[in-house]
């Protein structure tokens, strides 16, 4: 048997691992075993950085905890960005204005944001929450302005201006530039848990709207839980666009309401390497979404979704669900069946998505069709002196 001693040390070291599990995404201890074989073999363990300076501003808060005995309220906030932590200067009230800006050189690998709230104390500063938030996905020359909940605590919000400014020549991957098309951006949509509950019973009727660029798809509802699971896929023609992604709470009759959101990274990504993440959603108390994204970059291939059947059978199947769906619509409406309405009416939106996002997969087809044929048509030209001079007096 494991010893008292032993075991509260054993707890020690799990907690300092559920702190950084999240640093690349993942759940897994792979990477923080992999660093400690580095540490051992004298390796440096510091991730890259990109070439740019992240400048989070903390600009306010409200309704911070006051302390217990004297009820004044003299808050401070910590940032802890990869191993660099930053503190602004303490306030003295509940709705403190700080409007500090701290600056950090981004790191590849590591996009979460800690934060920490004091209360300061003459003896001992009292903890008054904490938070995490996502950097993925910001653009440069956009200021991402964000009120962020804090955690294990009753009440306090922390408002937080966050900008990415290149300050070298670094010359990293970059991902797509915007407006060239070079392939199309995969997105699986697999799963999310401990969600936070928009109904009154409880529980959530939980889909997913991926905005990417002007691009809006969605994915189907999943009624009555916390813990949803779409595997669904999403494509996007690769402009290098911002992908962000809205958790609603699906409603029939009244507007939907948010249940989370979060920027995917995927930019820096090689070609047709799999990224597999879980993402803390932002602007509520609790949930994550567990994504899998891909910047595929293909020779001139059919992608699967267009090989399984002929485009013109595949047009004719969609079209025919989408009359057969209607037509119980209808139905329901007559009857005045509410329930069963909500269903048909989010099976018709799923189909009027695939019909979209097959159209996109066409036009992407076709642009890397276009590419192939202009390259090898240069090929044949260089290989053949005749057919050059052929080009060249016309």
Request: with cysteine.
């Amino acid at each position: 048997r494991i010893g008292f001693l032993c075991h509260i040390k054993l707890l020690t070291v799990r907690l300092v691992l559920k702190e950084w599990q999240f640093s690349d995404g993942s759940h897994s201890l792979n990477n923080y075993h992999l660093s400690l074989r580095q540490s051992i073999n004298g390796t440096s363990t510091v991730l890259a950085r990109t070439g740019r300076k992240i400048n989070i501003t903390v600009v306010e808060g409200k309704d911070l905890v006051a302390k217990e005995k004297s009820g004044k309220c003299d808050p401070y906030v910590k940032l802890q960005y990869g191993k660099v932590l930053q503190k602004t200067k303490s306030m003295h009230a509940s709705n403190p204005i700080w409007n500090q800006k701290l600056e950090f050189d981004e790191i590849g690998g590591d996009e979460y944001l800690k934060i920490k709230c004091y209360n300061e104390d003459t003896f001992s500063d009292d903890h008054i929450g904490c938070a995490r938030v996502n950097l993925e996905g910001l653009v440069e020359g956009s200021i991402r302005d964000v009120w962020v909940p804090l955690e294990k605590v009753n009440s306090g919000e922390l408002r937080l201006q966050i900008e990415a400014v290149r300050f070298d020549d670094f010359d990293g991957s970059r991902g797509s530039t915007t407006g060239l098309v070079s392939g199309w951006i995969e997105l699986v949509l697999i799963e999310a848990k401990d969600l936070v509950a928009a109904d009154l019973r409880g529980t959530s009727d939980p889909y997913v709207r991926a905005q990417y660029g002007n691009l809006k798809k969605r994915t189907k509802v999943i009624y009555k839980t916390l813990n949803p699971q779409w595997n669904q896929t999403l494509e996007f023609p690769d402009d290098g666009s911002p992908l962000v992604l809205y958790v609603k709470d699906h409603n029939a009759l009244l507007p939907t309401s948010s249940i989370g959101d979060c920027v995917v990274e995927y930019q820096r990504l090689p070609p047709n390497q799999r990224s597999d993440k879980w993402i803390p959603l932002q602007g509520v108390k609790r949930g994550e979404i567990h994504i899998q994204i891909t910047r595929r970059v293909p020779e001139i291939q059919k992608k699967s979704s267009l090989d399984s059947e002929p485009s013109l059978t595949r047009a004719h199947r969609i079209s025919g669900q989408m009359k057969q769906t209607l037509v119980k619509f209808q139905s329901l409406i007559e009857d005045g069946n509410l329930e069963e309405l909500s269903a048909a009416l989010s099976e018709i939106e799923s189909f009027e998505d695939m019909q979209e996002e097959y159209m996109i997969q066409l036009e992407t087809e076709q642009m890397l069709l276009i590419n192939k044929i202009t390259e090898l048509g240069q090929e044949v030209l260089s290989s053949s002196p005749s057919l050059s001079r052929m080009s060249s007096d016309n």
